[in-house]
């Protein structure tokens, strides 16, 4: 595991709760072995988890083996190792379509793809992430990109997080954009607070967000908001394309007036189906 990852791991673990009285800190602790797992560590061994977990290795023993008598986790064949179980999935199905957008955006971002975009997004904001919900793709392949439901990404990276972000008070936006590292994932990414939080003033003035190649090299992304009937944003929409496919300022003039038509789409559906943040 990379020293980066390790801190991370261990930094939520540490987390103090926001209610110490009504805090069961055994389901903390069971969280923790969860969360323990990403894309990138989806096999751990005990010693791994515990480490990952901020846990020692008896309680680690001892959550791991009620997360797989309950089907959170499942013993890997012949092996050492774990991985998450069927459940997680179950539970996290029921957070993506429960009350939510997908069900009446996914068909909706296929008008984009491939006429406008090789990609189009659905996210929510998620503290200092961004959660995706749907997405449509073709013809990224070469960019090996992950985007699919279920999937988080930084908010500060990407424009899908900029114009969600955009929308919250100034105090909200710092403790979203200090909730996590923020790291350079190319050399156009913003890490700066000072600088993200003026990109956020414009992004906010200008009703989008745009990013070129800050989340990753090559690609260029717009990305607009979507607000309920209270006007909170609940979730935002992206259309992305292949830089070499057309310049900033080309894929700007045609893609953002039917992504603006989009989501004026989606937000009156949203607004007609009770949809809040």
Do not use: W
């Not at 991370?8 to 602790?29: C, D, F, I, L």
């Not at 089907?71 to 998450?84: C, D, K």
């Not at 990609?119 to 998620?126: C, W």
């Amino acid at each position: 595991m990379a020293r980066g990852e390790k801190k991370a791991a261990k930094r939520k673990a540490e987390t103090p709760p926001k209610n110490p009285k009504n805090y069961v800190a055994s389901v903390g602790k069971a969280f923790a072995v969860l969360r323990s797992f990403s894309s990138e560590a989806f096999e751990l061994t005990l010693s791994e988890i515990a480490a990952r977990a901020d846990l020692d290795r008896g309680t680690a023993f001892r959550l791991i083996q009620t997360l797989v008598e309950l089907g959170y986790l499942q013993a890997v064949p012949q092996s050492r190792r774990f991985r998450l179980g069927v459940a997680c999935l179950d539970l996290g199905y029921t957070v993506l379509t429960r009350g939510s957008l997908r069900p009446m955006v996914e068909p909706l971002l296929r008008n984009l793809v491939p006429e406008v975009g090789d990609a189009a997004s659905l996210g929510i904001l998620d503290d200092g992430d961004v959660v995706y919900l749907a997405r449509v793709g073709a013809g990224l392949d070469r960019h090996k990109m992950d985007r699919r439901p279920g999937t988080r990404i930084p908010a500060y990276s990407a424009a899908l997080g900029h114009v969600m972000l955009a929308q919250l008070t100034r105090d909200e936006q710092i403790a979203r954009l200090e909730s996590r590292p923020r790291v350079k994932l190319s050399e156009r990414t913003l890490t700066d607070l000072d600088a993200l939080l003026a990109r956020l003033d414009l992004v906010k003035k200008k009703g989008y967000a745009v990013s070129d190649g800050e989340n990753a090299y090559g690609l260029r992304t717009l990305a607009t908001p979507v607000f309920d009937a209270q006007d909170v944003v609940i979730g935002g929409l992206s259309v992305t394309i292949d830089a070499v496919r057309m310049d900033m300022a080309a894929f700007r003039d045609q893609a953002l007036p039917r992504l603006m038509q989009l989501t004026a789409q989606v937000q009156d559906l949203a607004i007609k189906s009770g949809l809040t943040s």
